[in-house]
């Protein structure tokens, strides 16, 4: 039997990540982080252990004792809590090695110390294809011209701040940027944008340029629209194949009731917008 270690942030994911893996045969061994991962995972899992952030050592340990042969990271972890890591010596040498410590150098770092322990680090896709968000107008509605040109003011914007791996969102309106995405996540960012300047923004949301698909794919969902709703945006444009999409359907469905439209970018998509 095929043993997969799981990395559980919070949310929905990592309960997705082992419903599908045990479809597929594998014994799924766990590790979460307190204040972050659903306490309700440890009962899904064949083992698991609890951590506080920055416990390198002990997880490593944790996935070698149980054999796992490959590692998952799934859900997200709240970056401002995580400031207040307490490393252990190895991740403290990890971090000391680092020029930064953004998204793209961390996972980087953490994907070649596992692998330098024989344990793979794999995408969650290979376990949840059916996730990744489709290509398209997805909604009743069509974004407006107007949606239609913030859209491509913004997506070069959210691009080139992705090469600095600053952020994977961007909200705009009437060509002018509203909210970039900080630590503080995509939701709050939608909602800084709402207060800021009302109704109408447009959300866009991207797959950082050369970022390592194995770690932290965008996200989006029903609980994306439903801070948009709060924000009263109107449009959401997502880069399809390249994002997470969970609760689709109700998404669409829920949509559709408020007159928001949401597109799937992709590059046969983008032509069809000119």
Not at 38 to 50: G, I, R
Not at 83 to 106: C, E, G, T, W, Y
Not at 107 to 112: C, G, M, N
């Amino acid at each position: 039997m095929n043993i997969l270690g799981l990395i559980a942030g919070g949310g929905k994911f990592p309960f997705l990540i082992a419903k599908e893996a045990k479809k597929k045969h594998y014994k799924v061994v766990g590790v979460g982080f307190k204040e972050h991962t659903n306490a309700l995972l440890e009962q899904e899992v064949d083992s698991f252990l609890w951590v506080k952030l920055g416990q390198l050592n002990k997880v490593i340990n944790f996935f070698k004792k149980h054999k796992a042969q490959e590692i998952v990271f799934a859900g997200p972890i709240n970056k401002p809590k995580a400031l207040d890591i307490r490393p252990d010596f190895r991740a403290a040498k990890l971090l000391f090695k680092l020029k930064n410590r953004n998204d793209a150098s961390l996972f980087k770092a953490l994907i070649a110390e596992f692998e330098s322990e024989n344990l793979p680090v794999v995408s969650a896709e290979k376990f949840v294809p059916h996730l990744l968000g489709p290509e398209g107008i997805l909604t009743l509605r069509s974004p407006s011209p107007e949606e239609v040109e913030n859209f491509y003011f913004g997506w070069p914007i959210l691009k080139k701040l992705g090469e600095l791996d600053i952020g994977q969102c961007l909200v705009v309106k009437e060509k002018m940027v509203i909210a970039v995405e900080g630590i503080e996540g995509t939701n709050a960012t939608i909602k800084r944008a709402g207060e800021l300047t009302g109704p109408g923004c447009v959300v866009l949301k991207a797959f950082k340029p050369g970022q390592d698909r194995r770690i932290d794919l965008p996200a989006i969902g029903l609980e994306t629209l439903k801070t948009m709703l709060k924000a009263r945006a109107s449009a959401l444009f997502f880069e399809s194949k390249n994002s997470l999409f969970f609760d689709l359907q109700e998404t669409i469905d829920l949509a559709n009731q408020h007159n928001i439209t949401i597109v799937g970018v992709g590059k046969d998509y983008l032509t069809t917008l000119k």
